[in-house]
């Protein structure tokens, strides 16, 4: 352990990098030298402490490529006892993460990928033979890491780095990282040893583990994409001992394993990846036993639902289709659980799919009405807080209801978000949401543009290729007057700037929101948020040579668009029927067809 004053020290280092108010670079190099030096020999103490762990993983985010590989080397031999320890193990993380872009430098010769000789007579390894010894350190203790409280973690993140799948906590890489052939042989060796000895009862087990499933998803999926869908064929393989039963019908044990997991909060992310990455053969036997007729009812459920969800993301145009009857009618349930997850993923699959997404808006209209008519406040949680809920909650000193809003928070977010994939589909859907928006009236769009969560609804509505010209134009013109007052609000600014590639086509409204905006100048000019609307406005051009930003704007808006308020209405005295009218039209035809046809006795009407 290290001494009082060997903390003392540490600790100071670690705030002085923390602050960063050195003088220049250099002065940041220097010291962060002596740091090095001070700590050399004492690696492992740091990342065993508690106080002084920290430093350690700042450390590995400043070090130079030499500088990482010497503290690696420095772990190296004593991982299996540091990816176990509290605080080492978030070392180990950063070590792996911070050194998965090295190994892509060497092997594209950006750096010496061989062992080196140091000054001091020393060798330094290569990155790509400290990971490989770093498996092998850890080999025949796989199998109790994976629900090891701090390994599996650490062991997941060391997955991942012999993939070259992308980390997220990297700053240094982006996307499919490149790696040797000897990480995808050392990847191999570990997935087949970490279930190697492991019976079907225990791998089942550790499905519904907290700590074993995160891990042993990861596994699963690396061994169906990493070494192709024909693994699953291999006996040894995860995905065969998990389910060995041929044919997997009802009453075997693998149809027991996959009904448990349907409906458990851990197991079901399990089940999720079975169904996102099994190969289509087995996907396809899965879906007809256990899911087609079933999908329906499963869709309701909290936590089946994502499972559900997977499924929609993988089925054919004629599967879909069916998958479409069975789910509409529980799309008002869905909506009022705020369980809008599946109705989302379902109609993003529909338009992908090309399947008729009109009677989904018709359910979808009726679930969120208002009067009869859909109206998107209910959508977002405009507004909307139960009596029950009122009660139950009390007021924060400010006066705000912060529990209602932490608890609202996420729903309202996955309501915007199946706004705005209403938004992307052509058609009723995206009918709904535009013409909903355009009757609100100045005050509610105000209110929507403000918020943090539904702004974003409005965002994607004037910058959409489905909105019509004259869907813009109103939903503009409603905001004549406020331009200044949203100009200034964080949120709101966003919807400002999404006007100027809203007033594409309509190069005279563009123009009359830049006068609003120029006659709030000296707000605008003082106010954070405002000074980069100024900019994105390019309002110093039209202060200055505003006949150049005029000619600008028309180009960049359409010459063919630039056309006043009273043209638009003489080209469109009578506005065609929306979207929506046209699919309560079809569904009315459809109906009266049906009724017609059970009045006749199901038989087609006699020929005349």
Known sequence: MLDEEEQGYFKRADEMLELNQFDNPEERSLFLASVFREAEGKELKIANSQSCSRLMERLVLLATP?????LFQKFSGHFLHLIQHRFASHCCEALFIHSAPIVSLEVTAALESEDTKTENGGFVLSMENLFLSTIKELEGNL?????????SHTLRVLLVVLS????EQSTTNFGKRIVPDSFSDALAKLI?????GLDTTYLRALATHPTGNPTLQLLLQLELTQFGKQRAKDENSIIHKLLPDDPIVEGTESASFINGL????????????IVEFAPGKLFKALYREFFKERIGSLARNEIAGYVVSKILERLSKEDLEVAVELINPQVANLAERNRTGVIRTLIERCAARRVDTQPTALQLELAYSTGGEFDIRNLLKMGRISPSKEEETRKDVNGANASQTAKSAPERAHGSLLAQSMILIPGALSGLIFESLVGLGPEPLMEIAKDPIASRTLQAALTSPNATIIHRRKLIQQLYGHIGELALDQSASYVVDAIWEGTHGLAFIRERIAEELAENEGAIRESTVGRKIWRNWKMDLYKRRRADWIKQSKNKAGNDGFQSLEDLDVQAPAPPKSSIQLAREKHAAAKVKKEKRTQNGGAPAAAA
């Open 66 to 70: 030499v500088q990482l590989k010497t």
């Open 143 to 151: 199998g109790y890491l994976m629900t090891e409280r701090f390994a």
């Open 164 to 167: 070259g799948q992308p980390l």
């Open 192 to 196: 087949t040893d970490s279930v190697l």
């Open 262 to 273: 349907v409906y458990d909060a851990v197991g079901s992310r399990l089940l999720e990846s």
